[in-house]
């Protein structure tokens, strides 16, 4: 089992930044994928950001250049900076890591909100 939780949602006025961050702890595969997805009202979940342990990462067209993930190895954390927010990057962020190599393996953190007022 992994335990993922995360931190760092709140308010923020339109065109400001926050950073997110999740720490994962239990077992956790050394081989893995660590990356953000976000659920709005009304909408279905989508992937944001990912980062390999290599540190490729991949983001979603709608945030590019905007955000930047960012991953401790040492410390099984991964970070997501997000800046020049917009209304509609409001939503639930959820911290997730998973391995393409383990069967099974894909856990979710219990979530955080980012609320972007405009």
């Known amino acids: 089992q992994v335990q993922l939780v995360e931190s760092g949602g709140g308010l923020v006025q339109a065109g400001g930044s926050l950073r997110l961050s999740c720490a994962a702890s239990?077992?956790?595969?050394?081989?893995?994928?660590m990356g953000w997805h976000r659920q709005a009202p009304g909408k279905q979940r989508e992937l944001v950001a990912v980062i390999t342990s290599g540190g490729s990462t991949h983001y979603a067209d709608t945030v590019k250049g905007r955000f930047t993930i960012s991953r401790d190895n040492a410390k099984n954390t991964v970070a997501l900076q997000m800046n020049s927010l917009e209304p509609e990057d409001t939503a639930v962020y959820y911290c997730?890591?998973?391995?393409?190599?383990?069967?099974?393996?894909?856990?979710w953190g219990q979530g955080t909100q980012v609320t972007v007022s405009s």
């Open positions: 239990g077992n956790i595969f050394s081989i893995n994928n």
């Open positions: 997730n890591i998973n391995s393409p190599y383990v069967l099974g393996y894909d856990y």
